[in-house]
Every structure is written in structure tokens, then in C-alpha cells.
């Protein structure tokens, strides 16, 4: 097991993205976590391919994509064109959502599922042989800077036993609300992607809360895996 962080970008200086990126890289920052918004599934309107090009030809990392769109099929493809490595969609929009993976797959992304917080686990049944990896929103999505809800790490847990009994090592991803303070609890309870905003970008030195944001979570791991780093 190991534990990647994941800075989202929705909290850095938009008209800085650049700078904010290499700061987080700096303090270890393994993802980039880039949220699309498209002001129907939630409220919010963020970026969209073009911006993920660009985040691309300054980005060392691997760029996370998170679309929090009603259509996602309609854009999997510009967005991997883009240079997305990781594109997630959310379960609640799409009724055929093993054809979605299947096709982010073809597209040789990795393709990730999310649930909002009111989403049962149960809807994974059918799909978690098929996923690189699930998204657990600790929040509901539209904007950054929201409260961790606390049921979010039973549900980490509960997914994580759901994958292993279906035989997958696909990694769990946790997203909203996350700090120094609770990153452990989600991590103990099987997260191994940690995507964190404001915790990242809001105190002015994304560098320095990135590396104690990943040293809080290699303490959260501790606990589960004594030997871990
Ligand atoms: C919320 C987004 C998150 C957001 C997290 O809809 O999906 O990625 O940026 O921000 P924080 O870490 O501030 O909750
Ligand atoms: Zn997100």
C-alpha cells in the first residue's frame, strides 16, 4: 500500500497554475488533481480541454481529471487528447457506466469511478472488477473548501473490503475536506490517492503543506502497516 497526494488545483491562483503546480511537485505532490465543472451537474463552472493542455506541458506528474459533468461520454475523449492520465466519472450520471470505463480504458487512460457522499457502495458491485481506481467524495462536489463529512472513511473502508473481495487492487481516492488533521483517519481506512485543495493552496505555501500533508498521511499509514515508510 502506498499513498499519493493529489493537490487540486480548483483552490490554487488560476492565474497562476503553473507556479502553484511545480510548488506542490516541490513538496512531493505524487497527481494533479484538475477538477471540470459544467454548471449543470453542480453549480460551478471550472475548465475544460484546452486549460488541460496546458496543465500538461507544465506538469512533471501524471494530471488527474475529475469530470463532475452530466455527459462525460461526450468529452472522455478530448480530455484524454489532452493529456489526462486518470479520468474519473461519476456514477450517478450514467447509466451505462461499463461502457464509459471500457472506453476511457481504449483510450489508454486510467479510467476511475466516484460516488457522491449519498451514493450506496452498492452500485460498485457489478463494476469493480472493471476500475483502476474509485473516488470517494468527502463532500458534495461544486466547490472547494467544505467540510469533511465524517461518514466518508466508513465508506473508504467498506469500498476497499468490496474491491478486495472482487479481487482488485484498484486504489481508493478521497476527496474533499482533507488536511493534516483527518488525512489519517481516511488513510487507516484504505485511501491511498489524497486530493486536497484548500489544505494545499489556501495557507500561501503549497510546497510546505503539500509535504506535511503526505507526511500526516505516511502517519495514517503507519498505523495500518507498521513497516510502512
Ligand atoms: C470538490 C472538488 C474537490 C475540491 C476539494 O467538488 O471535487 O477536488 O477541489 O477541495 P478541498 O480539499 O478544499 O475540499
Ligand atoms: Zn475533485
Redesign the pocket.
Known amino acids: 500500500m502506498t499513498v499519493r497526494i493529489a493537490p487540486?488545483i480548483?483552490?490554487a491562483d488560476f492565474a497562476a497554475l503553473g507556479t502553484g503546480i511545480a510548488a506542490t511537485e516541490r513538496g512531493g505532490a505524487d497527481l494533479i488533481?484538475v477538477?471540470v465543472?459544467d454548471g449543470h451537474f453542480?453549480p460551478?463552472i471550472t475548465i475544460g480541454p484546452p486549460v488541460v493542455s496546458a496543465l500538461k506541458r507544465v506538469a512533471k506528474v501524471p494530471l488527474d481529471v475529475?469530470l463532475?459533468i452530466t455527459d462525460p461520454d461526450r468529452y472522455v475523449e478530448a480530455f484524454a487528447a489532452a493529456g489526462a492520465s486518470m479520468i474519473s466519472v461519476h456514477v450517478e450520471v450514467l447509466p451505462h457506466l461499463h461502457r464509459t470505463v471500457a472506453f476511457i480504458k481504449s483510450l489508454g487512460v486510467q479510467a476511475g469511478v466516484v460516488l457522491n457522499p449519498s451514493t450506496p457502495v452498492v452500485v460498485l458491485e457489478e463494476i469493480a472488477p472493471d476500475v483502476d481506481f474509485v473516488l470517494v467524495?468527502s463532500?458534495?462536489?461544486?466547490?472547494?473548501?467544505?467540510a469533511?463529512i465524517p461518514r466518508s472513511a466508513d465508506k473508504i473502508r467498506a469500498i476497499r473490503g468490496l474491491l478486495d473481495r472482487a479481487g482488485s487492487r484498484a486504489p481508493v481516492e478521497v476527496?474533499?475536506?482533507?488536511t493534516e488533521a483527518n488525512v489519517g483517519l481516511v488513510v487507516a481506512a484504505g485511501a491511498e490517492i489524497i486530493?486536497?485543495?484548500?489544505?494545499?493552496f489556501?495557507a500561501g505555501d503549497p510546497e510546505a503543506a503539500t509535504r506535511r500533508l503526505k507526511a500526516a498521511a505516511r502517519t495514517g499509514l503507519a498505523t495500518v502497516l507498521p513497516h510502512a515508510e
Open positions: 487540486s480548483l483552490s488533481h477538477d465543472m453542480v460551478n475529475h463532475m467524495m463532500v458534495n462536489p461544486g466547490f472547494g473548501g467544505q469533511y476527496d474533499g475536506g482533507i486530493v486536497a485543495g484548500s489544505a494545499i489556501a
